[in-house]
């Protein structure tokens, strides 16, 4: 079974930066993904990474990196200059991704499998 942890979020004033981290449990699979989900406002992806590429939102290209570390089996979102509008909860998610199903481009919630509980990023002006 797989399981997501998300960790790293806080409150922070715009300009800093926070780190975000994603410890994987089970079995990691390479399709990974970064979402947010403001109040009132649906879920989106703001960064993801396969095998062979890495996509970001135009929202935040340039300001935050993802990566991982296979050998510790996690996932890290780097948010540098931040802004009061990436105040959200960020998850952290996964997926299978065979040759018949292969890890899109642009991350979609409804593509993926497996998901973290979320840890909040406040960011004040």
């Known amino acids: 079974q797989v399981q997501l942890v998300e960790s790293g979020g806080g409150s922070v004033q715009a300009g800093e930066s926070l780190t975000l981290s994603c410890a994987v449990s089970g079995y990691s699979y390479s399709c990974m993904a970064w979402f947010r989900q403001a109040p009132g406002k649906e879920r989106e992806g703001v960064a993801g990474i396969s095998s062979s590429r890495i996509y970001y939102d135009d929202s935040v290209k340039g300001r935050f990196t993802i990566s991982r570390d296979n050998t510790k089996n996690t996932l890290y979102l780097q948010m540098n200059s931040l802004k009061s509008e990436d105040t959200a909860m960020y998850y952290c998610?996964?997926?299978?991704?065979?040759?018949?199903?292969?890890?899109?481009?642009?991350?979609?919630?409804?593509?993926?499998?497996?998901w973290g509980q979320g840890t909040q990023v406040t960011v004040s002006s």
């Open positions: 998610a996964s997926r299978r991704s065979p040759y018949w199903r292969p890890c899109p481009v642009v991350p979609e919630s409804a593509d993926f499998d497996y």
